[in-house]
């Protein structure tokens, strides 16, 4: 990678001590998600009697699946902008928390909210730099 690519401050031992970061923070997010799916399905599940309870534990978390994988995926095809993809990043999530806690699972609600926190800080902090993306890709998407 040319130097003029590079952001300032990412040289090769910095980049070094930030990786168990990125997946830390990679991690996170990414069992905080599935957790949020989860719990989706389980609140509706245990909160409607009969086949709306499967219909609505079922399809909440698809239409939620489907906006994540469009919208909020690292390789998503309609991005969102920057800080509009991380505060609906999170948003999602912490739903996903306060379902768990509606659903009588106090205990997966505070694992899920204090994983997406942490995750959500963390991959903030210091994000993951996809293969083949480059700096001006990412801003000419955004636009």
Do not use: N
Not at 78 to 92: E, F, Q
Not at 117 to 133: C, N, Q, S, T
């Amino acid at each position: 990678m040319p130097a003029a690519w590079q952001r300032p401050g990412t040289g090769a031992t910095r980049h070094a001590k930030l990786t168990p970061m990125k997946w830390l923070g990679g991690t996170l997010v990414f069992l905080a998600e599935l957790s949020m799916f989860a719990g989706l399905f389980w609140w509706g599940y245990a909160s409607f009697d009969g086949y709306w309870s499967w219909l609505i534990g079922l399809s909440i978390p698809f239409f939620v699946s489907v906006f994540w994988s469009l919208c909020l995926s690292p390789k998503a095809p309609r991005p969102l902008p920057t800080p509009l993809k991380i505060a609906t990043r999170l948003v999602l999530l912490l739903i996903g928390a306060a379902a768990w806690w509606f659903a009588g699972q106090q205990a997966a609600a505070v694992i899920t909210g204090a994983f997406a926190l942490v995750g959500a800080y963390i991959a903030e902090r210091w994000p993951f730099d996809l293969p083949g993306v480059t700096e001006t890709e990412e801003t000419a998407a955004e636009s």
